[in-house]
């Protein structure tokens, strides 16, 4: 019995990592296509300036993937797998979904980094992204 939940569980994690990596992949395609189709329809008549536009990809680089990099090693020990992916592409993890995590867990006596917690930590994310529709 024990084996089949630990398969059910490793099932789980992989399609959670599966869907989440192709989601996030979409989302930043999605977001990064708002500013080509701009130009595209509205920038015949503009031109880019490649070196200015490096310039500034190296700066926020520098400035926000550092803040990136640290959010993720911070936050996703507490959202785990599944609430991370879902965190990073609804935003406001700090104010809403790691406050709700952490909460879930405190209210259903459930340890962090046990395959409930897994689960219970998902919820709250869920939850709120659907009643907000």
Request: hydrophobic share 40%; charged share 20%; aromatic share 6%.
């Amino acid at each position: 019995m024990k084996k089949r939940k630990a398969d059910l569980h490793g099932t789980y994690i992989n399609s959670t990592h599966r869907i989440g990596k192709i989601s996030n992949s979409i989302a930043v395609l999605l977001i990064l296509m708002v500013p080509a189709v701009i130009t595209a329809v509205y920038g015949s008549g503009v031109k880019i300036q490649f070196a200015n536009t490096i310039s500034a990809i190296i700066t926020l680089t520098a400035i926000y993937g550092r803040v990136s990099l640290v959010e993720v090693v911070s936050f996703s020990p507490f959202l785990e797998s599944g609430g991370t992916y879902l965190s990073f592409i609804t935003g406001n993890i700090m104010n809403m979904k790691l406050p709700a995590a952490t909460n879930a867990l405190r209210v259903n006596n459930v340890e962090r980094g046990t395959d409930e917690g897994e689960d219970i930590r998902h919820l709250p994310s869920e939850h709120r992204r659907s009643s907000l529709r």
